[in-house]
């Protein structure tokens, strides 16, 4: 019996295991082979030297985090208040579903969305021309950068956080108040610490992808912010230096990894952040 | 009562509805200072209601709540010198024994040895002293229960709330929290407000207990009071085991129930006037078929340990549940004897101020024939 169950178990790793090996394993195997070798097949750290060396390479790797510390912020103060708004309403996951929407929309759809709204002879210099006011080089500005990817990252923001306040017992908001604590007290040392698993979650799930945003730094930002991503699309698709690519796409999976290890779970000394 | 000292807390015609639904129907009430109280009712009847209007979890639809003679129907929670102690305790689960505790007079502004101090000092008194340290996560039932009532407590409340808080406790656990619980509200003397719906759980702690049902207070008074003299039905029925009967008195100290006439100790009443008669299974006696009052057959027995409890059939077709120390043999026809003063008679629609006035009136007369 003890074996057919193991056999049966070993069955259904199969197709992850496949997945796995093809779709993550050996990508990252290439990726680091390539970044580690010379056209000719031999051992190198040449590219990695070029990348430190450069001061360029630095500026872009520095604008990639601090854009997407950025976005981040921007995406958890407005998201936070909202996730903790939509958890007191009647119909709050329905309005959930409101806020989740656009992200079944293909996302060059909506990046066009915004040229058409903030390009020159868009909806808003339309809507400000009403008012007397000239139109305004709205579109490839670091702004412009900023908003659009806050409005993109929102929803991947607001779920995990919106999930971590639905799961806190409204007992203990009472009980907090009950004790003394208003309402800012009670978010501050009760709602908060409680709900430290949804941002750490939220954060996550906006700060790696927004270290490597390309297509809205192009199309929105008019390449003004030159991020890691978009040097790696430079490498593999321009200067077809792909050996310098994946040297980026290797640094980038390293910073990726440093943020997940950063925003774990901290198991403490009992399962202490349940609930 | 108009010499007693200001009342601690003060119901003045209280109500409150949820739309048009009414849970709680004029309710007044006044609590004295360093007593323990008991809300109990089945769910529903609105105990716990009073209680977060009370806290002010909740606010009044009509009429006005005091605390030491001020109406405070709008102070919010936080602003009230009272805590409570949940039903499910409500810990917070990112904070440890001490951090719960601490968390009231924190929330204060005390000084971190004021506040060890006193997180030491209540832990002392829920016997948790070395568990300051531990984890919620790592506590049981019975401790979490005390960490709840030493956080609700660090903050010397003057009312302490206790929404059905030994609900979730095993039988021995209860009993002997029951216990702990009146010791401390004996040790601080500050007023205890329970809720419950468990009777013997009032009866055994309290000082005043509440009796209420669908959003009314029923009756309230001691609880040998409620025990030996309920108003109503409900309350003779809730309040322990009871056997009930139609009656008539036909006159003063006499009652006709089950075709015969009775001699007891209640007074007070229209001649012929139609009443409900209460007998406790515990006062009734078995006997010889010759010496009983009644003849019943027996229907049932079960072993309760102390006793055995028997239902049995009179010839009319009533029921009644008889508390016995011997064994019977069911089928067996024998004979029910019980005294006087043991027959308590209610009458129906009698409000409570009636009924404690009538009490009042022949009083001292039950009071000789007990004696």
Redesign the interface.
């Known amino acids: 019996m003890p074996k057919s169950k193991q056999q049966r178990q070993l069955f259904y790793i199969i197709p992850y295991g496949i997945w796995l090996v093809l779709f993550v394993i050996a990508p990252l195997i290439l990726l680091l082979f390539q970044s580690l070798t010379t056209q000719n097949g031999h051992f190198t750290l040449q590219n990695y030297a070029t990348y430190f060396a450069s001061g360029t390479y630095l500026l872009m790797t520095f604008n990639s985090v601090w854009y997407a510390f950025l976005i981040t912020i921007i995406t958890l103060v407005i998201s936070y208040p909202m996730a903790y708004l939509l958890n007191r309403l009647k119909q709050k996951h329905f309005w959930l579903l409101l806020v989740i929407l656009p992200t079944w929309i293909n996302l060059l759809l909506k990046t066009y969305a915004f040229i058409g709204l903030l390009s020159k002879t868009g909806t808003v210099n339309n809507f400000i021309g009403l008012m007397g006011i000239a139109p305004q080089q709205l579109l490839f500005s670091n702004w412009s950068f900023l908003l659009v990817a806050a409005y993109i990252e929102i929803p991947f923001m607001i779920l995990p956080i919106f999930n971590s306040l639905a799961e806190i017992?409204p007992?203990?908001a009472?009980?907090?108040?009950?004790?003394?604590?208003?309402q800012w007290?009670t978010l501050r040392?009760?709602i908060l610490?409680?709900s430290m698993p949804g941002i750490k979650a939220g954060i996550q799930a906006v700060f790696i992808p927004s270290l490597s945003l390309f297509m809205i730094t192009r199309l929105i930002g008019g390449n003004r912010v030159i991020t890691l991503g978009t040097a790696i699309e430079e490498h593999f698709l321009v200067t077809q230096n792909w050996r310098l690519g994946s040297t980026i796409g290797v640094i980038l999976i390293v910073a990726m990894v440093i943020t997940m290890v950063l925003t774990r779970e901290r198991a403490?000394?009992?399962?202490?952040?349940?609930? | 009562m108009s010499n007693e000292p200001t009342p601690i807390i003060e119901f003045k015609n209280v109500g409150l509805s949820y739309d048009d639904n009414s849970v709680l129907k004029n309710i007044d009430f006044e609590l004295e200072a360093g007593k323990f109280y008991t809300l109990l009712g089945p769910s529903g009847s609105g105990k716990t209601t009073i209680l977060n209007l009370i806290s002010g979890q909740l606010t009044v639809t009509y009429g006005d709540i005091l605390f030491e003679g001020q109406v405070i129907n709008h102070v919010p929670v936080e602003k009230r010198h009272m805590n409570t102690v949940f039903q499910d305790y409500g810990l917070f689960p990112n904070m440890n024994v001490f951090e719960n505790v601490a968390f009231g007079p924190s929330i204060k502004g005390k000084s971190k040895k004021e506040i060890k101090a006193k997180v030491t000092e209540m832990l002392e008194l829920v016997k948790l002293g070395e568990y300051a340290d531990r984890e919620i996560t790592e506590l049981s039932g019975g401790q979490r229960q005390r960490v709840a009532i030493a956080r609700a407590l660090a903050n010397d409340p003057e009312v302490l709330l206790l929404d059905e808080p030994l609900s979730a406790l095993d039988y021995k656990l209860r009993k002997e929290m029951q216990y702990e619980l009146r010791e401390i509200q004996q040790r601080l003397g500050i007023t205890f407000v329970f809720v419950t719906h468990d009777q013997e759980e009032a009866l055994a702690m309290s000082d005043w207990i509440f009796v209420m049902n669908d959003g009314v207070i029923q009756q309230n008074g001691s609880p040998e009071d409620i025990y030996d003299e309920p108003i109503n039905h409900f309350v003779a029925d809730f309040i322990g085991e009871s056997n009930i009967l139609d009656g008539i008195m036909t006159a003063d100290y006499l009652v006709h129930f089950t075709g015969k006439d009775f001699e007891n100790v209640d007074a007070g009443m229209r001649p012929n006037e139609r009443v409900e008669v209460v007998l406790r299974p515990e006062d009734l006696d078995l006997t010889t078929v010759e010496n009983g009052k009644l003849v019943v057959t027996i229907d049932d027995q079960s072993f309760r340990g102390d006793y055995y409890e028997i239902t049995a059939i009179d010839d009319d077709g009533n029921e009644w549940q008889v508390q016995a120390t011997n064994k019977s043999k069911v089928g067996e026809r024998v004979g029910l004897t019980f005294d006087p003063e043991d027959i308590h008679i209610m009458r129906f629609n009698e409000s409570e101020n009636d009924f404690d006035a009538r009490l009042e009136s022949y009083e001292d007369d039950d009071d000789n024939a007990k004696k």
């Not at chain 1, 009472?174 to 208003?182: F, K």
């Not at chain 1, 403490?268 to 609930?275: A, C, T, V, Y």
């Open positions: 017992n007992r203990l009472q009980a907090s108040r009950d004790l003394g604590a208003n007290q040392r009760v610490p409680l403490r000394k009992s399962s202490r952040n349940r609930g």
